[in-house]
Structures are given as structure tokens and as C-alpha cells.
């Protein structure tokens, strides 16, 4: 069975599709009384965020567009010192695209949302025509976390000098997994799309003080640091021979010309952390959920020059330095 | 490696107080794995590192551009690139830009994937954007190869080749003196290191044929400082370098293309430094005859930069008006480029 236009109508067939297909999978007593809004309790202080999920193919290794849009929003949401707690999901769906599929991916996103720990409570489905190629779909969902009064302010601009940076696993793996699916080339490369919220729960819970925290995706670790140096005032310093990257994710940039700091993931987070809860905070996330291979990669300088002064210096496994500046272009593969 | 002292060596190079030494690295990787290893801030002042003419996208011409552009504005007609040509300017657009007027152009990552498209879509011709050195070279011909055994007429490369020793004169000649070369290690694999010894007694500097590794570099940075005003040559990526190269790549490459001139970025004509096809392949070729013109855009001066005769950061327009975002020249546009190196690495 394909999704047809009669499926976005809001007529017979659509509340079919939601019967069968999202009502099986999104089962909760919010969601069920299938009302206009979802009408929910609260907190004083919420994180509201919200993200679409456009992504080619629709499954790869180690994850699928479905999971990733829990991940995307709820990691969003723990960025900011939250206990995510709602989403909701919107589907843009393509004419003709399998139903089977399309079961596949709101499977994915429902089993995601129970690891997140998320309800989701309410939703929406809209059909397009083809754009051409094989049917796909998009997903948007959006989310809300609750913030706890005695929370510590977390934000890119504060940053303090002699934080520690600690980064919370391998670098690279969601995009090289993506490329490599896209290329056709077979290794066992998989993606690390996950919710965060195990790691940052225990962190918090732990009352680790952390600056500042930011999950490491488009861009990769390279553009969040920047962007912590310029809000912040303040240098920041890597070790290269700190930097965990696993050895094929590395072969495979190698090979490709790509460079792991500029990639992206879909499951790590990098944080900036008082010096002295640093190690502390090293173990907790080690022993956290998808946190095994976390490290602490760098240091944090205060720097009170102008703010188009304030770096990023990647000091080299050979001694060398290398500014990490911000990335340009989309990060295409070299020619040879 | 063994036997030498990597920080040893560093020390020496941090503290060298003789006289000043250009070096020329002549590979858009050495280019690259020179920065990613911040190996300009392990050196003295007085020792000067200047990138070559070795990215292949910064010294292919504008006509070659156009001419891509034409074809993908064709109806019948797909053009296939490498990810780094596409946002190249030609004379008014770049292929990024013909595309969001409804060209057709698709970035592949194999110029393999041409023969799988054209087999499956016969209505189509399928042109793939044939730039490159001896390293990309022999890969074309495999493409020729798979198109000859299959019968494909619908597959054709644009090809803009360009071969190294010929390039090399021209820089000695019109460069802004070059005291040793870090010969380019990829395309020493295909032809062998035995060019780079006879340029180094004919031009009487010294060549050193270096891997990609950041320690194997500074350990050929340290060789060719040694070897300053004396020539020389050695070879320090015998691992992969034979002194008579991949004797299978260079066959087939011989097979399918020949020596001819060709026009580089900024510098002209340089005779006998690229390859065309041959006749009886022609019928594979999408039009590569007289891709001379070179409109580069005004106050750009890439041409200098290509050579050694100023830095990336000398040229008045880098990083003002022109940015990788903003690109005027390809070299700020290719992660080979010399001034997209110095650019996002902060070389100045």
C-alpha cells in the first residue's frame, strides 16, 4: 500500500492512516483523546524547541529519520539544562511512499520517545505530491523540558576561564555513516543518533557545574566551539591527541578528505565544565548511557581581546598549532 | 620512522637563523595536511612554505566552466562532478548556480558512477567534468574502459588534464624563487620519483618526495633545508613511491590520452603539460578543444598566488571581499586551495 493524496485529505482515509498507522505506535492518554490541542501540565520555567528532519536515505546504519527526530529535539531541549518531557510530531509525507515504510519510521520515532523518556502528545500528517525520485517523507517535531528552579544557568556565553571541555564520544560517526550509505561504500560505520538524556540526567542530578553544553551536530565540535569562543570572550585549546575518533570513522576521512572536527553526529555533546568537577563529570558520563568513549579534550582562556580575536587552537600530535576556524562550504569531499 | 628525532627536528626548525628557504609544497594534500597539522607555527620565519599549482580545481580555466555550464543547460545532457569543481565560477556562474536555473548537474563522488548512469538512463548524456593530474587520470581511463566494453555512446568526460613536470619549469622560471620542492607524493606514486630526480639535476634544486603524515613532512621541510643551494633529491615515501611509478596506471593512461598542451589558471599555455584524448577516442570526448580563455575575476590574483610570487594573505582581496563563502577565486573555493587553507587555518 502507497500513500495517496486521500490521505492528507482529512476525510475517511486520513483518519484511517491515523487509526492503523500512528494511533498502533503513539498510545498515550494525552494523545488519545485526539483533541485539537494537547492540554498538559507544566513547569515555571520551559524549554520550547523545534526541528524538521529532512535526511537521504530515510534509513541508514544505525539509525532512521524516525529516531532521529526524537534525538534532534530532545537533546535540543537537555542542552539547556532541561528535563524534556513532551513532543509533538508532524509528518509531510510524499505520494507514494510505502505505507510499510512510513510504519517502519513512526515504530522508530514511538520506541525513541519511550528511551527518551518523552510523551507525544499530539500530532499531524499532511500529504504532498512527489517531488520527483523515490517517495520520502519529512518529519518535524517540536518540544518542551522542563526547567528546574535551582538549575545553574547553562549558555554559550558563560563560559569561565580554565573550564574544562569534555566531549562526550567518538566524533563523526552520523555523517560518515550517511555519506558512506549515500556512496555505497560498506564498512561498519554506524550512526550515533541517541537521546542524551541518561548522561545529562546524571550530570545534573549529580550537580556537576556546567557552563556551558551544546550537542555536536551540522557544523560539528568545530563550529560549537567557536561559537562558545566568540560568546564567552575566550580562547579555547584542543589536544588532537585527545580527540576520540574511532579508527575507521578516521581511515574513511582520510580517504575522502574529510576532517572529523567539522562533522556531524546526532549523539554526543560537548560540554564546558568547572575545573574541578571535571573529572567527576568525566566518569559520570563514561558511565552514562552512549558515553563510553567521552573525553576531556580541551581547556577553556579567558581572552579579553575584540571578539573577532578569540580562537580556537587545535594543538597537533607532532606539536604544531592549528586554528580551528569556522567551517565554510558543506563540508564536500576533496577531489583527490 | 625510525631513526630520527621528531623533536629534535622541530627544535632546529623553530630555531633556524641562516638564510631564508622557499619552500614549495606541489600537492593541494600536502597543501591541506600542512595545515591540519599547524606545522607553519613549528617553523622559523625564515623558513617560508608557498603552495604550488597542485589543486586541480584552482588551475582549470574558466572555459572549461563555461563549457560544463553549456552542456548541463543542454536537455539531453547530465554533467557529473567531484564535489569541489561546483562552486567554481566560470565567467558568470559557477555549476552550483546553473543548477538553480535548472541545469543539470550532479555531484558523484566516483567518476565509476557515470558508467552506472549512463547504462541505466540511455536517453540521457551522461558528461562527466574530467579534471585532474596522473593521480585522477588513470581513473578516467578506467571509465573509457567500462564505456568502450559496454558500448556506451551516451557517456562522454570534458576533459581538462594537466600532467607536473612541465609545471614545474614554468614556476622556476616565472616564480618568485623557490630554493626546494616537496615533490607531490600522490601523483610520485603513478609516475614514479625518477622524474624528480632529473628535474632536481636539470634545475639544480633540490626534490624530496614526501608522504602525508605530519611527521614525514616536517622530516622533509628539515631535508630540504639541509639540501638549500646544493640540489638533491630523495625519497622519503618509498613506501608508496617506486622510482618507476605504477607501471599498470601509466599504461592505461597511455592508452586512452596523449600529451598536449594546456591552459592553466592565471598562467597561460604551458606546452606538453596536459593530456588530450587520443583520435580514436574522441568520440568520447564532450568538446575539451580550445578551453584556453581565462576570465578571472578583477583585482584577483591567483595567478601570483599559484605561483609563489605572493602568499594567499598578500592578495588585497582575501578574506575581505573574497571568503570560501564569498569565493572569487578557486583557490579559496577547493580544500586544496592555497587561500582556503590559509584562510580557515588562520596562515597568515
Redesign the interface.
Do not use: Q, W
Given at each position: 500500500m502507497k500513500v495517496t493524496m486521500a490521505h492528507g485529505s482529512g476525510g475517511e482515509s486520513t483518519s484511517k492512516l491515523i487509526k492503523d498507522v500512528f494511533a498502533k505506535y503513539f498510545n498515550n492518554d494525552i494523545l488519545n483523546k485526539l483533541e485539537d490541542s494537547a492540554v498538559v501540565g507544566g513547569a515555571a520555567r520551559l524549554a520550547i524547541t523545534t526541528d524538521s528532519f529532512v535526511v537521504t536515505p530515510i534509513e541508514f546504519p544505525g539509525g532512521n529519520i524516525g529516531r532521529l527526530s526524537v534525538c534532534g529535539t530532545v537533546n535540543d531541549l537537555l542542552m539547556s539544562g532541561s528535563k524534556p518531557m513532551y513532543i509533538t510530531c508532524g509528518f509531510i509525507l510524499e505520494e507514494g511512499l510505502d505505507l510499510d515504510v512510513l510504519e517502519n519510521q513512526v515504530k522508530a520515532l514511538s520506541e525513541c520517545a519511550k528511551e527518551a523518556g518523552v510523551t507525544i502528545v499530539t500530532g499531524d500528517t499532511k500529504v504532498v505530491e512527489n517531488r520527483g525520485q523515490e517517495a520520502g517523507l519529512i518529519i518535524n517535531t517540536s518540544g518542551v523540558g522542563f526547567i528546574s528552579d535551582d538549575a545553574e544557568s547553562i549558555g554559550p556565553s558563560n563560559l569561565q576561564d580554565n573550564d574544562i571541555i569534555i566531549l562526550s564520544g567518538n566524533l563523526g560517526d552520523h555523517h560518515a555513516a550517511i555519506l558512506a550509505k549515500?556512496?555505497g561504500i560498506e564498512n561498519n560505520i554506524k550512526s550515533d543518533s541517541a537521546p542524551l538524556t541518561d548522561a545529562v540526567n546524571n550530570l545534573m542530578a549529580q550537580k556537576v557545574r556546567i557552563h556551558a553544553m551544546r550537542d555536536v551536530t551540522r557544523g560539528g565540535l568545530g563550529t560549537v566551539l567557536n561559537e562558545f569562543a566568540e560568546s564567552s570572550s575566550c580562547d579555547i585549546e584542543l589536544y588532537e591527541d585527545k580527540l576520540p575518533v574511532s579508527s575507521e570513522v578516521k581511515d574513511f576521512c582520510g580517504l575522502?578528505?574529510l576532517?572529523p572536527i567539522y562533522m556531524g553526529n546526532e549523539g554526543k555533546f560537548v560540554l564546558s565544565v568547572h575545573p574541578e568537577d571535571a573529572d567527576r563529570a568525566l566518569s559520570i558520563i563514561r558511565s552514562s548511557q552512549y558515553g563510553e568513549n567521552a573525553a576531556i579534550i580541551g581547556i577553556v582562556k579567558k581572552n579579553n581581546q575584540p571578539s573577532d580575536m578569540h580562537?580556537v587552537v587545535?594543538?597537533?600530535?607532532?606539536?604544531?598549532?592549528?586554528?580551528i576556524?569556522?567551517m565554510?562550504?558543506?563540508g564536500?569531499?576533496?577531489?583527490? | 620512522m625510525a631513526g630520527f628525532d621528531?623533536?629534535k627536528i622541530?627544535e632546529e626548525l623553530k630555531n633556524y637563523d641562516g638564510d631564508e628557504v622557499r619552500i614549495m609544497e606541489v600537492c593541494?594534500?600536502h597543501t591541506?595536511a600542512i595545515?591540519?597539522?599547524?606545522?607553519?607555527?613549528?617553523l622559523s620565519d625564515k623558513i617560508k612554505l608557498i603552495s604550488g599549482p597542485g589543486c586541480?580545481?584552482c588551475v582549470t580555466v574558466t572555459a572549461v566552466i563555461d563549457k560544463l555550464i553549456e552542456l548541463s543547460m543542454r536537455s539531453d545532457t547530465v554533467v557529473l562532478t567531484?564535489?569541489?569543481?561546483?562552486?567554481v565560477k566560470g565567467t558568470s556562474m559557477s555549476l552550483a548556480e546553473a543548477k538553480g536555473e535548472g541545469a543539470q548537474v550532479k555531484?558523484v563522488?566516483?567518476p565509476m558512477e557515470t558508467v552506472k548512469l549512463a547504462k541505466e538512463d540511455p536517453d540521457h548524456n551522461y558528461v562527466f567534468a574530467a579534471?585532474?593530474?596522473e593521480?585522477?587520470t588513470p581513473v578516467y581511463a578506467m571509465v573509457l574502459e567500462e564505456a568502450v566494453k559496454n558500448n556506451l555512446d551516451n557517456l562522454k568526460l570534458l576533459t581538462s588534464l594537466k600532467t607536473m613536470p612541465e609545471v614545474i619549469r614554468y614556476v622556476v622560471k616565472n616564480g618568485g624563487g623557490i630554493d626546494g620542492f616537496i615533490a607531490p607524493g600522490?601523483v610520485a606514486t603513478i609516475t614514479g620519483s625518477d622524474i624528480y630526480k632529473e628535474l632536481s639535476k636539470e634545475l639544480g634544486i633540490p626534490f624530496v618526495v614526501s608522504g602525508f603524515e605530519?611527521?614525514q613532512l616536517?622530516l622533509t621541510i628539515y631535508s630540504l633545508v639541509k639540501m638549500k643551494g646544493k640540489g638533491g633529491f630523495k625519497n622519503l615515501y618509498k613506501s608508496a613511491v617506486k622510482e618507476e611509478g605504477n607501471i599498470k596506471a601509466k599504461e592505461i593512461i597511455e592508452k586512452y590520452f596523449k600529451a598536449a598542451d594546456a591552459s592553466w589558471r592565471g598562467m597561460g599555455k604551458i606546452p606538453g603539460s596536459g593530456l588530450i584524448l587520443r583520435e580514436e577516442y574522441k568520440k568520447y570526448d564532450a568538446g575539451s578543444d580550445m578551453l584556453d580563455e581565462d576570465n578571472m575575476p578583477p583585482g584577483c590574483r591567483c595567478a601570483d598566488v599559484l605561483v609563489g610570487k605572493i602568499k594567499p594573505c598578500d592578495c588585497p582581496m582575501f578574506g575581505k571581499k573574497c571568503?570560501?563563502?564569498t569565493a572569487h577565486g578557486a583557490c579559496m573555493?577547493?580544500?586544496?586551495g592555497s587561500c582556503?587553507n590559509y584562510?580557515?587555518?588562520?596562515r597568515r
Open positions: 549515500r556512496m575522502l578528505g576532517d580562537k587545535l594543538n597537533t600530535n607532532i606539536g604544531g598549532k592549528r586554528v576556524g569556522l565554510y562550504g558543506e564536500l569531499p576533496r577531489i583527490c | 621528531i623533536k622541530a593541494g594534500t591541506a595545515s591540519e597539522n599547524g606545522i607553519p607555527s613549528m586541480p580545481v567531484f564535489g569541489d569543481l561546483i562552486r555531484m563522488y566516483s579534471i585532474g593530474f593521480t585522477t600522490h605530519g611527521a616536517l571568503t570560501p563563502d573555493v577547493s580544500t586544496e582556503y584562510f580557515v587555518s588562520g
